[in-house]
């Protein structure tokens, strides 16, 4: 198994330009979710979904959407980027629809810096 | 609402040094409580976990106990090693989110 991958490593945008991080998972878990790492505020979730076709927002989802059109893949979409968004951003999937208890494996991250 | 605050670091200590990494809670309903550690460069790894009040988690050397009268989660470990240099992360699981500490660095000297 590869369990969670993500792609690219590094990414470097534009103020105001699109990009998708892709999130690929092949432990057929239910839950998978998107969050963000910042200096000094560990990890804040942006979006989750708890099977294909299901997705909820987190903590800090402005300006960034999601979709899960199958098991494996959980892609995350800036619309239009912004300083604000450069982060170091982990996707991450879990057994279970709910995360009590279950076990969340992290892909290795996505570097983005907007400029 | 439900959130996570934990010591800040970094820690420094010497090799086979006694470890505490304070955390607490806040939280609604009866959430789910995690250590995750992340080392340079990669993802966050689970740690250890505990369900419930009172259950005790442990993995590697460390433990972890959810106590609910004192919203905390603290981590321990008696003798740290060089290898374990790393930052930990508190975290809480509730109603399909994770909440997470801001973390905290340790640094072993050996």
């Known amino acids: 198994n590869a369990g969670v991958t993500q792609t690219p490593k590094f990414q470097v945008l534009k103020t105001g330009q699109s990009m998708t991080l892709q999130c690929a998972q092949d432990?057929?878990?239910?839950?998978m979710s998107w969050y963000r790492q910042d200096p000094g505020m560990g990890l804040r979730l942006i979006h989750y979904?708890?099977?294909?076709?299901?997705?909820d927002q987190g903590e800090v989802p402005n300006g960034y959407n999601v979709s899960r059109s199958t098991t494996e893949d959980f892609p995350l979409r800036l619309l239009s980027a912004a300083p604000s968004q450069t982060s170091v951003y982990f996707c991450?999937?879990?057994?279970?629809?709910?995360?009590?208890?279950?076990?969340?494996?992290f892909g290795p991250g996505t570097r983005l810096t907007v400029t | 609402g439900n959130s996570v605050t934990q010591m800040e670091g970094p820690v420094t200590l010497s090799e086979e040094a006694f470890l505490t990494i304070n955390c607490t809670y806040t939280?609604?309903?009866?959430?789910?409580l995690f250590w995750y550690v992340q080392y340079p460069g990669e993802g966050l790894q689970l740690l250890l976990k505990?369900?419930?009040?009172?259950d005790k988690g442990s993995n590697k050397g460390f433990e972890a106990t959810y106590r609910k009268e004192t919203t905390s989660f603290h981590l321990e470990k008696g003798s740290v090693q060089v290898s374990d240099s790393a930052v930990y992360f508190c975290?809480?699981?509730?109603?399909?989110?994770?909440?997470f500490g801001s973390g905290t660095k340790l640094n072993v000297k050996p």
């Open positions: 975290a809480l699981g509730n109603f399909n989110k994770f909440y």
């Open positions: 432990m057929n878990h239910e839950y």
């Open positions: 991450a999937s879990s057994q279970s629809g709910s995360v009590d208890g279950y076990e969340q494996y």
């Open positions: 505990a369900t419930k009040a009172d």
């Open positions: 939280a609604t309903g009866y959430p789910s």
């Open positions: 979904s708890v099977g294909a076709g299901i997705t």
